[in-house]
């Protein structure tokens, strides 16, 4: 009778230089940012849930490699003060708010203020996708807001952001 011994694996993480990848790259996935980036979002809408909803679709985190703050504001005076003072990286408003619909707002932001940001603009109808052509926002969301639809949305135009300030 021969008795084996009983055979042992070794388990050795190779490391990212041995696998000659950068430290940006390891296995085909992207590491995220040490620091992410903040994003300052004015959300616009005169419903209080209709806020609610929106900060929460959006969370913290739409993407790894950004963070972000919320302005909320219910008027469209305080929206253009606002935004005339600067600092805001983009804008959510809402088509249905009363008395100043979020559609024409976002044609007065984009006719009156310097270097507007971009403009994500929450519908109560798909049909109504051509006014919010006519009031040149750069995204459109229907309602009732879903996280999913407005991440979307949100993460397509951070992309074509300049840098953002890095968080705190």
């Known amino acids: 009778m021969i008795l084996a011994a009983p055979l042992t694996r070794a388990c050795v993480t190779p490391s990212r230089e041995s696998l000659g990848v950068s430290n940006t ?3 085909g996935m ?3 940012p040490a ?3 903040r994003l300052n979002v ?3 809408a005169s419903n209080p849930q209709t806020t609610d909803r929106v900060i929460r679709a959006l969370g913290e985190h739409p993407s790894p490699e950004v963070s972000i703050d919320v302005v909320a504001l219910d008027t469209d005076r305080l929206v253009m003060a606002r935004l005339d003072a600067g600092g805001i990286d983009l804008a959510i408003l809402d088509g249905e708010a009363a008395p100043s619909g979020g559609m ?3 044609r007065q932001i984009k006719d009156e ?3 507007p940001p971009p403009v994500v603009l929450i519908v109560g109808r798909r049909d109504d996708a051509w006014l919010a052509s006519w009031s040149r926002a750069e995204a459109v969301v229907p309602h009732p807001v879903d996280a999913v639809t407005l991440a979307a949305a949100v993460n397509s135009l951070i992309e074509g952001l300049p840098d953002l300030a890095p968080a705190h």
């Open 42 to 44: 004015l959300v616009y």
């Open 104 to 106: 024409g707002l976002a």
């Open 25 to 27: 790259y390891y296995s």
């Open 113 to 115: 203020i310097d270097s």
């Open 30 to 32: 992207q590491d995220a």
């Open 35 to 37: 620091t992410p980036r």
